[in-house]
Each structure stands twice: as C-alpha cells, then as structure tokens.
C-alpha cells in the first residue's frame, strides 16, 4: 500500500542535504532544533521509498520555507522566543494549517507536545511517540515554561488513542502519572546500519584512559559537574587520563569550561563543545574508550547506544529514568549512583584498570544496540503502524 507520512518533529536540516532536489540546499537555511531519533528514522523511510512529509519548526524562520526531493517534501515554519506563554498557540496553528494544505495519509507527532496537539486536531490518523517523562523533568525543572509543556502533555495525552514510548520508563510514567489508558507499545530510538560496521581503532594500554561525554546542556539534570569532579579524582589514579565533553554549554568558555576552571577541576579535560554529529561519532570511534553518561534522568538516550553501537563500554545511572533498560540492567555496561563523584571515579577505575572488561562490556553493549537499537528493526515496528492506521 502506498501511502504518504506526515513526520512532525524536530529535525536537523543538514541530515537531509543529499534526499533534496538539486539547487534546494543553500548555506543560508536554518540548522534546525536537533531530533536525532527523528532524522535517523526519517533517513531510514526515505531509503525504503516511503514518501515523506516532514513539518517542522525552527527559531530562526519568519516566513515558511519549502524544500523538496525525491519522496520527501520539507515545510518549516516559525518558532517564537515566548512561545509557552500562550501554550505554544502560533505554532501549532502552523502546523495544523501545513497539515490541513499538505494532506498526508497518516501522521506521526514526535513529543507529546505542539506538535501532537496539531495532529490530535487534524483529524488524520495519527500516533504519537513519547521521547519524555513530563513530571520528572518538571520536578527538576519547576519553571513557568516546564509547567506549560506539561499542562500540554496532560492535554495531548489525555485524548490520546495511539502512543509509542521510546523505553519501559516512558510508559510506565505515562502511564502512571500523566493517566493515560490508550494503547501502548514500546519502540526505543534507532541507530543506522553503518555505526554498528563503523571501524573503531583499538587503543593500546600504553595510551592514556580516554573518557567522554556527550551532554545536551550544562544543568542540574544532565549533572556535568558530577562527571567533571569525577574526573579530577580520577586523575590522581591515572595521571594521563583525558575527557572529551561534546554538547553545548560544553565549549571553550563556555559554562562547563567557566565552571570546572574555578574548582581547579579543568586540567585534562578538552571541552569540545558543539560540534557536528559525525564529528562526534569520529572521534568516539578513534580517541574513546569509555563513555561516560552521568545524567540523572533520560527517557532513552542517544549517546550511550551511539557508544554501545561503536563496542565503547557505557558508564550510566542505576535509578536516571531508561537508562538502566538501555544498558540491560547492568548487564551490557556500568550502572552506578551518578550523583556522587565518588562512586562514578569507582566505576571509571573498575573499566580503566582493565582491557579485557572494557571489551567483555563493550561486545556485550554492542549486541545488545544491534538487537534492540538497529534502525531497521525500529522503521519496520513503525511501518506496521502506519500500515494499521491507513486501514
């Protein structure tokens, strides 16, 4: 059956650079508000044929911008600095009015937010995928713009027929706190086919420990500063050891650098910052031996299955959310408490002082991402729904 899926997420223009007609793609178009999990399975459609509506939103727009390819259509419109004030109202009229004039056959709504508030009024069928545990990231973060996505999650939820959660975290949250009761299925986040063939360069135990992480932002919740004094412990056992932390919030001068050269916390540590997404997955797979996940909460995170796709050992929270299902309870990497330094430069030792189990967990880590995680097994869970609500 053919049939056209209007995606409504977040996206990362560059991803789709080559999917574009050619002269579509021009140096001044907006990045995009990131969604990796949405670019990957996007790309993954896109490669089986399926023809694609992709809507999405983006700071720098003021008025629409179109891009075409082959199977794909793109439309991006605006997206306010003040947007929560008034429940996110112009933006998800821009979606519904793209929906109503692009006409796909079904719709999928990443986040339980504007963007499924506009599918949820388009009358398309329509399932929604949520990527988050809206009382747990307001409990951490108990801001005016925190209480409105969640009065908008209670919104979108409490109508909501079809729901796909990324981890049994997600849904059981939903379930539990956001009184939900409709169909439930859990469909975690995906990585590409070449990642898990990706070469991956097997560092001697002559060379230094390399460490890194890869967080979203410096804050209370991601817990960069745990794995910064961590690590400065660390360093009084192995001397040579470096850490590598990639995101923004993470670059030179940046707050984490700002922050850590205060403490006197800064020495061996190369803050990187944002840098792009195949920059980063690169150097995982040269200079990396151990990747270190120290946030307190995490629906289903992208960075430890990037690692575990790569063979890199995970060192990752016991009680931070999907984090302890991603790394199998403990059986395919670390799990420990990361609020305390302490405890995360006793896992770090525990890998450091031996090759032999940063390779049983990393091999243990990798077949678990190529059973659960492959791209392939998450566009093909997706497509047999498209293919039921088209029905």
């Known amino acids: ?38 670019n990957l399975l996007s790309g993954e459609l896109l490669r089986r044929g399926v023809r694609l509506l992709i809507i999405s939103l983006d700071p720098a727009v003021h008025n629409e911008i179109i891009l075409e390819g082959e199977n794909l259509r793109i439309c991006i419109g605006p997206f306010r600095p003040r947007r929560a004030r008034d429940f996110f109202y112009a933006e998800c009229k821009y979606i519904r009015e793209t929906i109503a004039r692009e006409a796909p056959d079904v719709l999928h709504a990443q986040w339980t937010y504007e963007y499924a508030l506009a599918a949820q009024a388009s009358g398309i069928p329509h399932v929604i995928t949520a990527h988050d545990a809206p009382i747990t990231i307001l409990r951490h973060n108990f801001i005016p713009y925190r209480i409105a996505r969640t009065l908008m999650a209670y919104q979108v939820l409490r109508r909501a027929t079809r729901v796909v959660s990324v981890s049994p975290y997600v849904a059981n949250h939903i ?79 940046e707050a984490a650098q700002k922050w850590a050269k205060d403490k006197g916390y800064d020495d061996g540590i190369e803050f990187a910052g944002r840098t792009s997404h195949q920059n980063v997955l690169d150097r995982l797979a040269i200079e990396v031996d151990i990747l270190l996940h120290p946030s307190l909460e995490e629906a289903q995170p992208m960075p430890p299955i990037e690692a575990m796709a790569l063979g890199i050992p995970v060192i990752g929270g016991r009680s ?72």
């Not at 997420?9 to 178009?29: C, E, K, S, T, V």
């Not at 410096?218 to 056992?237: H, P, Q, R, T, Y």
């Not at 395919?332 to 430069?345: E, H």
């Open 1 to 38: 059956m053919s049939y056209t899926v209007g995606m409504l997420g977040p996206i990362r223009l560059a991803d789709f650079r080559d999917h574009l007609n050619p002269g579509q793609w021009r140096d001044d178009l907006p990045i995009g508000l990131g969604g990796t999990p949405v």
């Open 175 to 253: 379930k539990r706190f956001m009184l939900y009761r409709g169909k439930m299925e859990v469909i975690p986040n995906g990585m590409p086919g070449y990642l898990f063939s990706k070469s991956r360069v097997e560092r001697g135990e002559s060379h230094g420990i390399r460490i890194a992480t890869i967080l979203s932002s410096w804050s209370l919740l991601k817990n960069g500063e745990a794995a910064i004094e961590a690590f400065s412990l660390f360093k009084n056992d192995f001397p040579d050891a470096r850490m590598i932390m990639f995101g923004p919030d993470y670059g030179t001068s």
């Open 320 to 391: 931070s959310g999907g984090v302890p299902w991603t790394l199998d309870g403990g059986n395919a990497g670390i799990l420990l408490d990361v609020s305390s330094p302490k405890a995360i430069c006793a896992g770090l030792c525990q890998l450091a002082q031996s090759s032999a189990e940063r390779k049983r967990l990393g091999m243990r880590g990798k077949a678990l991402a190529q059973e659960r995680f492959h791209i392939s097994a998450v566009a093909d869970a997706y497509q047999k729904i498209y293919a039921e609500l088209v029905l």
